[in-house]
């Protein structure tokens, strides 16, 4: 069984910086994809970002795209989301997945494995 504990969420003004963590535990971490994804009131769960099991490849939705930046430290087993230049339209509870695969992956349906969840809020 994978677990995943996410944190570093919060309420921060828009044209500020939040960096979420995500700690693993559980499987071989530093052999599988991760991602980043969030669901914002009413609207459904969207990708976010992802990377690679060596952290050389990474994705990004357009929405996010020069803002934030996903990593991962297979020592600590932990990827990061480090998120600047925050927008109101950012605001969402934000999750951490684990993939089956070593890729990066867009869909949710590659991911077996999710955290709870932080929020994140951005006031204008």
């Known amino acids: 069984q994978v677990q995943l504990v996410e944190s570093g969420g919060g309420l921060v003004q828009a044209g500020g910086s939040l960096r979420l963590s995500c700690a693993a535990s559980g499987r071989t971490f530093s052999r599988y994809g991760m991602g980043w994804f969030r669901q914002a009131p009413g609207k459904e769960r969207e990708f976010v970002a992802a990377?690679?099991?060596?952290?050389?490849?990474?994705a990004y939705d357009d929405s996010v795209k020069g803002r934030f930046t996903i990593s991962r430290d297979n020592a600590k087993n932990t990827v990061y989301l480090q998120m600047n230049s925050l927008k109101p339209e950012d605001t969402a509870v934000y999750y951490c997945?684990?993939?089956?695969?070593?890729?990066?992956?867009?869909?949710?349906?590659?991911?077996?494995?999710w955290g709870q969840g932080t929020q994140v809020t951005v006031s204008s």
């Open positions: 990377i690679s099991w060596s952290g050389v490849s990474t």
């Open positions: 997945a684990a993939a089956s695969g070593g890729s990066y992956y867009y869909s949710m349906h590659e991911y077996p494995y």
